[in-house]
């Protein structure tokens, strides 16, 4: 039987979220391991947010604003979880 359109979108969220997880707990391991996965974690995220930026204005008007505002929010806020302190 064939997944609801509810069921489906569940499901995805739930994939969405454990990948959010697992790229949020990748950094933070390999931070941990030396300073140098430091400051290329912090580099990854900034070349995300300038890609996420490019996007956009390439895209203009033919993508949804709400799309490409979300994913600057969203790499900010892997930012954020990534580097903030466990303690």
């Given amino acids: 039987m064939p997944l609801s359109v509810e069921d489906q979108f569940n499901h995805m969220a739930g994939e969405v979220l454990s ?14 391991i030396d300073s140098a ?22 895209l203009g008007k ?12 969203i790499i900010e806020q892997f930012r954020t979880a990534a580097f903030r302190d466990e303690n």
């Fill in 19 to 32: 990948v959010q997880l697992l790229i949020v707990r990748i950094c933070r391991n390999l931070a941990k």
């Fill in 37 to 58: 996965h430091l400051a290329a974690i912090s580099a990854a995220f900034d070349d995300a947010a300038s890609d996420a930026e490019s996007f956009a204005i390439q």
């Fill in 62 to 73: 033919t993508a949804a604003p709400e799309h490409t505002i979300k994913a600057g929010r």
